[in-house]
Structures are given as C-alpha cells and as structure tokens.
C-alpha cells in the first residue's frame, strides 16, 4: 500500500476530528486513493492542489485552519473547563499525528506516488501540530474555536445562522484623521471589556459620514487578537438576538454585537427586545457579549408632531418611553459634522497618505466646492473628494 493511500485510511479512522474529513480538500484526496484509473486519479489530485490554492497555497496552512476551526468534543470540553476520559485524549493526539503528517506532504511525494516526472506544485513543511493545538486551547479566549478561530466579522445570515463575512471590512485605527477623543472612548470601553472590567453598550450617533460604522470595525480589527469577534445584525433581525446571544454564551471570545444604522418607528417590535438586551434581561443578554450600534439620530425612536400634540391621555410618558431607548446605552458617543478646519485637515492628511501634490490653496478651493456640491463637509466627503482626484 503507497504511503499517501495508507495515510488516507488512517484519516478515516478520525473521530474526534470525523467532521473534518468532509471538508473539500480531503474529500479530493479520497477520490485520489479510490481512483481505479490513471485519469481519475490525476483529475483528482488537480481538484486537491486547486483547493489549496484557493486557499493561500500552502497544504500545511490549510490543513492547520482546518483543523483549529473544527468545533469537536475535545475542544469545547477543554473550553468549558469540563473532564475529558483518557480514551477521547489519546485520540485526539493520535488523530492530531495523522494530520500533521498530511501536512507535511510534498508534490514530490504525489508525483512519486503516480509515476510521474512532473506534478502541480504546493508548498508544506514539517509542524508539531501537538504543540500548536495544545498552545491554541491555552489560549482560547484569544484563538477560539470553530468558525470564530479564523474569522474577524460575521452576520446573521438569511436562514439566521451566524456566518463569517470572508470578505470583511479591514479598516484599522490608523486610517483615520480627526475624532480622536470620540474613538478612544469607544477604545478605552472595549479594553475595559476584554479585561473583564465594567464596560457599557455603546451608542455612536450624529452626523452621516463621520466614520461611525468604521470606527466599530476598526476597533474590533485592533482586538481581534485579543479575542474580540464582531457580529453585526440588521435592525429586522432583532427577534434573533436573544438566539444570538445564546449561541455565543459559552464561547470563551468576547463579543460585539454590532447594529448599524439603527432607528426605529413607533409600534416597531423590535424596539422591546433591544431594550430588554440593553437591561441586561437574561434572555438577551450574554456575559460575554456588549452591543455597539450606530444611528444618525441622538433619539433612535422617530418622531412626529403629531406625538407631542397627539390624544394620548398619558401622552409625556409615551414621549419618555420614545427617547428613553438611548438613555439605556451606557456610553454614548457623538459624531458631529466637521467644521471647515477640520474638514480640510482631513483632506490634506489623506492627500499626503496618496501622494498627491497639489498647492494648497488650490486643493483647498477645489476641497470646499466639492463640499458645496455635496450639499456638507464630512470625512466621507473629504475621502470621496481624494478618490475622485486619483
């Protein structure tokens, strides 16, 4: 038997890790060690070799991710701080073996095992994936498991199971130019929540176009290494937060919970069950979790004239139990338009960071009037104004 299709069989023994064998890039491999014909097996290891390059290049890397993102009995009871049986330990270290020696394979190995001269390259190399998973759960509230060990950002998806955003925001700290005392509270507030220390649900509000929605982002990619994983969820699927909350209770990561753009109409249901997670009621609310979330307007509740001279015989407590909704986040954090200096000193830095070269009074007539045009100064004008100049 050739040294890959023994390895193969092995990999099939796995129990602990069994769910990762359903993973593309090993489904490949068995259609390669079940080929009957010269042909099959080659169009196998192509899809194999094409799966790692979907990914990076790098079998070793792939089988690795894999392998720290399976969510299996092991690794939850080790972060639940429960009592594992001698026989899962010695499987899992057993199984780990087996993967690490898949990693390690070479297309020298694959082209030998065909008979070939010449095959589709990869790179490996040798690792203790013993020692890298052992390490992994010493530090599981900064690495994680499952999904959340590889991923920054996710979404409640449309079918309400919480998927990884692949393709998320990477916008970091340093991006920025101006609002630095409204950034640090919210810093300072998520520093204070990954220290275990008092921190508050969190309100960014004013003016569109200041980096609101950004600065949440940001901070989450500054923390993701120390543990910090970002859920954002759209006003509609409120209902879903105390189902959210529940699937992350017991994760040893720190979540934010993320809202953006939130407001909401009179009657709206939805506005209940965030005020019950901003009271900290148990069915909504997770120890290891804090909301952040956005709006344009500083009373999230919209209102009308009509609900200041309306017929409501108690009509000042309903008007308190509209604006009450933002009294309910402990910090609160306002964004408001730039003014004039500093809308041109945003435009300047950002030129600087593009190499563009224009005489300043010229930028800045040209910085103003496209302003105008835009009907305001904010810092998504100014970058929209350098875009344009590039």
């Known amino acids: 038997m050739s040294k890959i299709k023994n390895l193969h069989l092995r990999l099939c023994m796995s129990s ?36 790692i390059y979907e990914n990076g290049g790098s079998l070793t890397d ?25 026989q899962i330990k010695e499987a899992t270290t057993n199984e780990l073996k087996v993967f690490e020696e898949l990693s390690a394979l070479t ?63 990477k916008t970091t700290i340093e991006k920025f130019v101006g609002y630095e005392n409204e950034r640090n509270s919210v810093i300072e507030n998520t520093r204070a929540f990954i220290a275990g ?47 959210v909350m529940g699937k992350v209770s017991e994760n040893p990561l720190k979540f934010i919970i993320f809202i953006d753009d939130l407001s909401f109409n009179k009657n709206d249901d939805n506005f209940s069950m965030l005020k019950a997670a901003l009271e900290g009621s148990a069915s909504a609310k997770a120890p290891n979790a804090v909301i952040y979330a956005t709006s344009n307007r500083r009373h999230i509740i919209k209102e009308t004239f009509g609900d200041r001279v309306g017929d409501d015989v108690h009509r000042n407590d309903t008007l308190q139990e509209n ?6 986040f402990g910090l609160v954090v306002y964004y408001s338009k730039p003014d004039k200096r500093l809308y041109l ?46």
Do not use: W
């Open 16 to 51: 602990v890790f069994c769910r990762v064998l359903d993973k593309p890039l090993f489904k490949n491999l068995a259609q390669y060690c079940d080929a009957q014909r010269e042909d099959e097996k080659i169009r196998a290891y192509a899809s194999f070799v094409s799966e």
């Open 62 to 86: 792939l089988v690795c991710r894999l392998v720290f993102e399976d969510e299996n009995v092991y690794i939850k009871s080790r972060a639940h701080g429960r009592q594992i049986n001698a």
């Open 107 to 169: 297309p020298a190995d694959f082209a030998s095992d065909m008979g070939v001269d010449y095959v589709s390259p990869f790179t490996s190399r040798k690792v203790d994936l013993v020692r890298q998973y052992e390490k992994r759960i010493k530090g599981i509230g900064k690495y994680g498991y499952g999904i959340f060990s590889s991923y920054g950002m996710f979404r409640l998806s449309d079918d309400n199971e919480i998927e990884p955003i692949v393709s998320a925001d």
């Open 197 to 243: 220390r008092p921190s508050a649900n969190t309100l960014l509000c004013g003016d569109a176009g200041t980096g609101k929605s950004s600065t949440v982002k940001a901070v989450a990619n500054m923390f993701f290494d120390e543990g910090i994983r970002l859920i954002e969820i759209r006003k509609d699927q409120l209902h879903y937060l105390p189902y």
């Open 323 to 328: 604006l009450s909704l933002s009294e309910r």
């Open 345 to 390: 000193d945003i435009v300047h830095e950002l030129a600087n960071r593009n190499g563009i070269e224009i005489d300043k009074n010229e930028l800045d007539v040209k910085a103003e009037a496209f302003a105008l045009r835009r009907g305001n100064r904010s810092a998504r004008c100014a970058e929209q104004f350098i875009d344009s100049l590039m």
